[in-house]
């Protein structure tokens, strides 16, 4: 495996128990043989519509959940060997909010700076730095459940990187955020990542992908359907989109040069609303997946 | 390893200390009802062989209380599974499954300890003679660490709060009433006595009720308990361990 990759992620598959329309026990699968590997530094994204299995890929790479079948590595470390130095490596900011409900704020953060065996100035210091940094610092007294939905996730990141991981997971950390905080986040994700912590993160909307990332891959119904740089995907379905309305629905097509979709735009009903624009990554979830991204 | 026990431990421990008198009064009432009942009331026209009812009574209370705060103290485990999800946090942080399950035991096990002395001090006021040697702390350690065990098995595999409590109804409360706690097992029908006489919290009551009135105890039922005990050990480590099946 070559040396500039921090995470290699090889056939991995993972298959639920699960019943069927009749009742009978069957099984689902959930991911299906998803092989990708992740740059030192870099800041990776995994999209995919709901059920797509990117949750369940992030709890297979935490070990959270074991795969069925395919191996992962982190800096040549298989998470089956060495488990435990493998998650000294990793933060994880999950999907939904698992705090515990019976401490407040701090000792919440406390509890993960001792699992992680910081020592008591070490940790009191970085506990106090990062609600700083978030804007939380005057909460820190509070039962969790005080918390508006906003800071519960800021405070889930916070405490991912308490113990100063080299690797992030982000399981949708922007989800039902305003606009402000999501671009806080945004700038705190960038700057992790400036600080050369590999960041691996999933996401539903694709301009967070296309803001933050610079490779994505998009999941579909487990599988592996596109994997590359935002602009190399775009360019692959065609740097140029024609966009037009007809039969009550938007249609899109693509092109490779300016003059093919002028071409093509020209020969178009010019009542149906025609747009000439860049193909951007939203097209290629669309195209690669069938359905619609976003919420 | 001890640090990540003491970890897992002193979690507890700030819970504990928030409702420390919350949890030694909500304690007392259960035990009083029963000093009560049958050690005054019941227990007056009741002879037994070794002397009163109530100091018959008073090392059955204790089994059968010990068992049933430990037990419901690691129960909280289950929420933390399934609906707060906050075991993700020991499931993702790098230290071994050992320490969780004997930090989370251990926990249980002072607060099985905690109610138990205020068992012995009601008992003491409500006028009942024995005497609590090491040996009697140890018999009584040893059955908070085995219901611990089976509350914390109980947590890793059952999905559902329902459940959960029908592991009250069915398991720990029969065993509340037929372990040799409040009469001697020789009434029951043989087939009957001879299943309680496996149950761990049977040979607690005969060993608490032998050793608190100084007469000999087998050593057996000490035995008994150990292997409940080292067993239940393995076996909630190895459901840990499978939560991330
Ligand atoms: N513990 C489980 N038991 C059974 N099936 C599961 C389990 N976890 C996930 N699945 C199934 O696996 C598939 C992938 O789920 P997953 O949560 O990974 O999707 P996702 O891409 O994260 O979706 P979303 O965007 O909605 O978060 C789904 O069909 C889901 O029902
Ligand atoms: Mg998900």
């Known amino acids: 495996m070559a040396d500039k990759d921090m995470i290699v992620v090889d056939e991995l598959v993972k298959r639920f128990p699960h019943k069927d329309k009749e009742g009978r026990d069957t099984e689902k699968t959930a991911v299906d043989g998803l092989s990708l590997s992740v740059r030192r530094g870099e800041v990776f994204g995994l999209l995919g519509p709901n059920g797509a299995g990117k949750t369940t890929t992030i709890r297979m790479m935490t070990m959270q959940t074991r795969p069925t079948e395919g191996r992962i590595f982190y800096d040549g470390r298989s998470t089956e060997h060495s488990p435990v130095d493998v998650k000294r490596l990793i933060g994880v900011v999950p999907q939904h909010v698992n705090f515990d409900q019976d401490l407040t704020v701090g000792e919440n953060l406390e509890l993960h700076a001792r699992l992680f065996h910081m020592g008591k100035e070490e940790r009191r210091e970085r506990i106090a730095e990062l609600l700083d940094f978030v804007g939380l610092a005057d909460v820190v007294n509070d039962g969790v459940r005080r918390l508006s939905g906003g800071m519960k996730r800021r405070l889930l990141i916070v405490r991912a990187l308490i113990h100063r991981p080299r690797i992030l997971f982000l399981d949708e950390p922007t989800v039902a955020l305003d606009p402000q905080v999501r671009r806080r986040i945004w700038d705190l994700i960038r700057q992790m990542a400036h600080g050369g912590v590999t960041v691996f993160l999933t996401t539903h909307y694709i301009e967070e992908a296309e803001a933050l990332c610079q ?29 037009w309305d007809e039969r009550g629905e938007r249609q899109c097509q693509f092109f490779a040069a300016r003059h093919e979709a002028d071409d093509f735009a020209a020969s178009l009903d010019p009542e149906g609303g025609i747009l000439i ?15 619609k991204g976003g919420l | 390893m001890l640090y990540d026990i003491w970890t897992v431990f002193w979690r507890d421990g700030i819970v504990l200390r928030r409702r420390l008198s919350r949890f030694i009064l909500s304690r007392m009432v259960a035990p009083l009802l029963y000093l009560v009942a049958f050690g005054w009331g019941l227990g007056r026209s009741i002879q037994v062989d070794s002397g009163t009812y109530l100091d018959f009574l008073v090392p059955g209370i204790l089994a059968l209380n010990s068992m049933n705060i430990s037990f419901n103290s690691i129960t909280p485990v289950h929420a933390e599974r399934i609906y707060h999800k906050s075991l993700e946090e020991y499931l993702l942080a790098p230290i071994r499954p050992d320490a969780f399950v004997i930090g989370k035991v251990l926990a249980a096990v002072l607060r099985g300890l905690i109610s138990s002395t205020v068992i012995v001090v009601l008992a003491w006021l409500f006028g009942a003679h024995f005497t609590p040697g090491p040996l009697f702390l140890a018999v009584l350690t040893l059955n908070c660490v085995i219901f611990a065990e089976i509350g914390f098995l109980a947590a890793m595999k059952i999905d559902t709060y329902e459940a959960m409590s029908q592991v ?7 065993m509340s009433f037929l372990c040799g706690t409040f009469f001697s097992t020789a009434a029951l029908p043989d087939a009957v006595a001879a299943f309680i006489d496996i149950l761990p919290l049977t040979h607690t009551s005969y060993l608490l009720r032998g050793l608190g009135s100084g007469a000999d105890v087998s050593m057996l039922s000490l035995l008994v308990l150990v292997v409940y005990a080292v067993g239940g050990f393995f076996w909630s480590r190895h459901a840990f361990r499978h939560l991330t099946d």
């Open chain 2, 168 to 174: 009250n109804t069915y398991i720990l409360l029969p």
């Open chain 1, 215 to 243: 490779r994505v891959a998009i999941l579909d119904r487990g599988r592996l359907v596109a994997l590359d740089e935002p602009a190399k995907l775009c360019d692959r379905l065609g740097r140029f989109t024609v966009e």
């Open chain 1, 277 to 291: 624009r860049p193909t951007n990554l939203e097209d290629v979830f669309i195209a690669r997946t069938g359905r």
